[in-house]
């Protein structure tokens, strides 16, 4: 008997899930399976495209529809009224990490479902009566819990199952009677409802949260590869447009290393034929002076009468007059010529690579870094700046090593340069400035104006003054005012007075700010904007200005 019960146990139980057969399916080797079962077995083969029985290994192709196989299905509930139930496999007992059931005997199975009124956690034999006593049907059944005391109250030993809004914390009906008595007080249950309400609009706001960041992600993602792309073009352009610089200095060397080389060979040409002639006239010379020599030496004097006529005339000297003996000097001019260019091509290339540093730091993903909200903060990005002497006027004087100015009488008397304001009583730095920086004028005197400027900026008549056109940006500091100006617009300025002038520019975020600069630091003008060159610290001074030497 024992035989046939083990015998009609293999033939309805699954062999992958182990236990009697649920939905039964037969597919077409014959072997029989839960339908669940054998579906997430194939649909783990989904990528093949190939079927197979998880028993005998047969293969099919397309993927076999399952049908419920209804004899067998009968049959399966037949044996179960009898009281026949499949063995149960090793994973079905409770191992140190599962729930076990409260029920079993000897080795417990793991449990199925704990059921909050009973407090009991049941496997899935002696859950059965849940489903089929008409009292059971009403409990409510959770998945296996090892805290189910925690929903009994400790003062009480009653099923927790009203929620106290007024202290927010879970009780039992006992309690709304004498401490949580006039309490805001609901059923657990309707609590949940409503958590859960809230519950599904913070998931749904999480999951919009994750497509936004997913969608960023994949921005920067394409962002990452766009750089590199844009990275390797520029290399290669910038490789290629440098070597035609090279090689149009290469062919430029050896232009002027030919000419010099042909120069040279015209001029020693025809030096060489003066000298020739030169050596001509040498030799006929000393033919000549032989035969006055010999004529010298005559006794008979009408035989020297004679011959002297002929042999004194002396042939018309050769012109050496031009010869000009300037010895490694010939062609300093050249090499004067040649450095003034090395001079100008430096100038441009200092000139211009502050333009493609820029444009290579101007290249940003993300966005700007916020504003410094403290001096300390500004501090991290302070500049040292000084004064360029080309562009000083006259009427100013430089020192403390070009980081002081001074409104001066007389006129100092500096070189002609065409860098130099002519009209205007102000000075641009030395240094051009991008990126994010901060520094500050101490002022004193009638009037200072702390400013920014293009470089090409005009260095004459009234359009020059800073913020008298729209390649300048000026705060006028008067003894008791302010004044912000910009493109000949004026725009008086509040603010506390201070000898001491904050600036911080963030060149690519385009942002420019002036502060008043004592214990703490206020802010007088913002300016919003886009610039498009690099910028250079500017001072107009009537007065005293020094670039503040910061710590």
Known sequence: MAQNDQLDRDSISCSICLDLLKDPVTIPCGHSYCMSCIKGFWNGEDQRKIYSCPQCRQTFRPRPVLKKNTMLAALVEQLKKTGLQAAPADHCYAGPEDVDCDVCTGRKLKAFKSCLQCLISYCENHLQPHYTVGQFKKHKLVEPSKKLQENICSRHDKVMEIFCRTDKKSICYLCTMDEHRGHDTVSAAAERTERQRELEVSRLNIQQRIQHREKDVKL??????????STDKAVEDSEKIFTQLIRLLKKRSTDVKQQIRSQQETEVSGVKELQEKLQQEITELKRKDAELKQLSHTEDHNQFLHNYPSVSQLSEATDSSSINIRPLRYFEDVTAAVSELRDKLQDILRDKWTNISLAV???????????????AEFLQYSRVITLDPKTVNTWLLLS?????????????SYSSHTDRFTDCWQVLSRESLTGRCYWEVEWSGVRVDVAVAYKNISRGGNESLFGCNDKSWSLRCYTNSYVFCFNNIQTLVSGPRSSRVGVYLDHRAGILSFYSVSETMTLLHRVQTTFTQPLYAGLYVVGTAELFKLK
Do not use: D, H, M
Not at 220 to 229: D, N, T, W
Not at 361 to 375: A, F, I, S
Not at 400 to 412: A, C, D, F, I, S
């Open 361 to 375: 730091t101007e290249v940003k993903v993300l966005l700007p870094q916020p504003e410094p909200k403290t001096r």
């Open 400 to 412: 403390e090593g070009n980081r002081k100015v001074e409104y001066t009488y007389p006129l100092q």
């Open 220 to 229: 920067l993602q394409q962002e990452v590869e766009a750089v590199s792309r």
